[in-house]
């Protein structure tokens, strides 16, 4: 289902880069490309075969506007499916946009967000689900996320899906050998395998959907509220996360009196930091301000680091902050080992402790390695099949419960046609999910959200 109107845009990040490329795609891209571009060897882009690039001169019309090398892709081996020319001239803002003018004004329109992979969806380069692995890709802020998303890409959960919906397809197929007969018992083999049938695309639904919880700390990251009473050094600590100087270190107790948020990576996670003014009850008007942030973000956030300084005996406001904190999402940090250490990890019965010089960046790994506990991200493999957007997840959802349903009515003895309609129910939300049959509407809700010239 080739589309007619042939399509361009910047496909390069708007700026100063070594190299901008312009991504022409439709029927008419060599055509169209050629009446812009003239290789140095005199061979017309026409005449040449998928998968080669030559060098040659943009023009707009009789004016040269930049050297560039042509890439020549011929339908159906391309990214989308159709003939492309992607012309990589030099990266200026001013440079590419004027390639791309010459290249409109030679009869390409320009390209919607998303349109180069919409166009790839719809001529079954890739399904929905890889589609948003595209778009997850470019946007992965850590390590273990580019992994999970470019196992999306790659197929990983459409896998899955594809045997849940062949199974479910049996299941269809076996209960439509019995319509002819509803009113006979069943008898007890396809009794049997009914049930191997449901539970396989039950069990299997189920997997998808508890994987969107590490999908989702892949993918958003961890909230992280770093606390303390002033001096203990969290502004430190966090500028030793960051390693970026965001946040003002100070040794005037109370100074650091917003939340400063600030997204880092570490552990292979992205984690999104807090630093507050500290948790101390104070008269200060202006610190108690902070102090209720403080008390806020412990309750909202994934992960807590409490600092203290071990150089010195707990006080009231430490062992006030240690009330505040439970032991499952808090890992107690004692920082400034360089001096004398006056706190033992036993003061801390049952919390996960770690001994740093946030100054020195100490404990560094330490560190890294019980964030990676405490979040679980230690246990995801980011390989694995998992869940990465809020789409997948509805749609998972939604096929699970209908899948439910149908082995509840299946047990509970109702007619084949009832439990039939729950079956199809699935399989048409599953088809939506990976795009086998999915409206436009679906379709462009998927595609809008990516960038112009992907
Ligand atoms: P905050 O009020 O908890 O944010 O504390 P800061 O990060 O502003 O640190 C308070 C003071 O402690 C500053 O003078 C820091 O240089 C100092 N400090 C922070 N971390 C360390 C450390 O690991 N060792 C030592 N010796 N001093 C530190």
Redo the contacts with the bound molecule.
């Keep these: 289902m080739l589309s007619e109107k042939t399509v361009a845009a910047i496909s390069t990040p708007s700026g100063e880069g070594g190299i901008g490329v312009i991504r022409i795609s439709g029927k008419d891209a060599i055509i169209i490309a050629e009446k812009v571009f003239k290789s140095a060897s005199g061979s017309p882009l026409t005449t040449l075969s998928g998968y080669s690039a030559v060098f040659g001169y943009v023009y707009d019309k009789e004016e040269l506007i930049d050297e560039a090398v042509a890439t020549v892709f011929l339908e159906p081996k391309s990214y989308t499916g159709e003939n492309v020319c992607e012309i990589s001239c030099h990266g200026g803002r001013y440079v590419t946009s004027a390639v791309l003018r010459a290249v409109l004004s030679a009869g390409a329109e320009m390209a919607a967000p998303g349109e180069f992979t919409k166009r790839a969806f719809l001529n079954g380069k890739l399904d929905l689900i890889k589609a948003e692995g595209v778009m997850g890709l470019i946007s992965a802020k850590s390590k273990e996320e580019l992994r999970a998303q470019l196992s999306l890409k790659r197929g990983k959960v459409s896998e899955e899906i594809e045997k849940i919906e062949a199974a479910l397809l049996e299941l269809s197929a076996d209960f439509a050998a019995y319509s002819d007969y509803p009113d006979e018992d069943l008898p007890e083999l396809s009794q049997d395998n009914f049930s191997r049938l449901i539970s396989l695309a039950e069990d299997g639904l189920y997997k998808l959907l508890i994987s969107f919880d590490s999908g989702k700390i892949l993918k958003e990251g961890v909230s992280v509220a770093i606390v303390?009473?002033?001096?203990?050094?969290?502004?430190?600590?966090?500028?030793m996360l960051s390693r970026e100087n965001r946040?003002?270190?100070?040794?005037i107790?109370?100074?650091?009196r917003d939340v400063i948020e600030n997204e880092v990576n570490f552990a292979g996670l992205n984690l999104i930091l807090a630093?507050t003014a500290?948790i101390r009850q104070t008269s200060d008007a202006v610190e108690g301000v902070g102090v209720e942030l403080a008390r806020e973000r412990l309750n909202s956030a994934q992960l807590v680091l409490a600092?203290f300084?071990c150089?010195e005996e707990l006080d009231n406001n430490d062992k006030e902050i240690l009330s505040l904190l439970q032991k499952d999402n808090t890992i107690i940090v004692l920082?400034?080992?360089?001096?004398e250490r006056r706190l033992t990890e036993d003061l801390f019965g049952g919390f996960n402790t770690v001994f740093?010089?946030?100054?020195?960046s100490?404990g560094e790994e330490e560190l890294k390695t019980a964030i990676r506990q405490i979040t679980t991200a230690d246990s995801i493999d980011p390989a694995a099949a998992l869940l990465l957007s809020e789409r997948q997840h509805d749609l998972v959802s939604k096929a699970y419960n209908a899948v439910k349903e149908a082995k509840n009515m299946l047990l509970g003895g109702f007619t084949i046609d009832a439990v039939e309609v729950c079956v199809e129910e699935a399989l048409t939300v599953l088809y939506t999910l990976s795009g086998k049959r999915v409206t436009n509407e679906v379709a462009d809700e998927v595609f809008r959200r990516f960038c112009v010239g992907k």
């Design positions: 303390g009473k002033p001096n203990v050094g969290k502004s430190t600590l966090m500028n946040s003002i270190v100070t040794n107790a109370g100074t650091t630093d500290g600092v300084d150089s920082n400034k080992t360089d001096k740093i010089s946030a100054k020195n100490e």
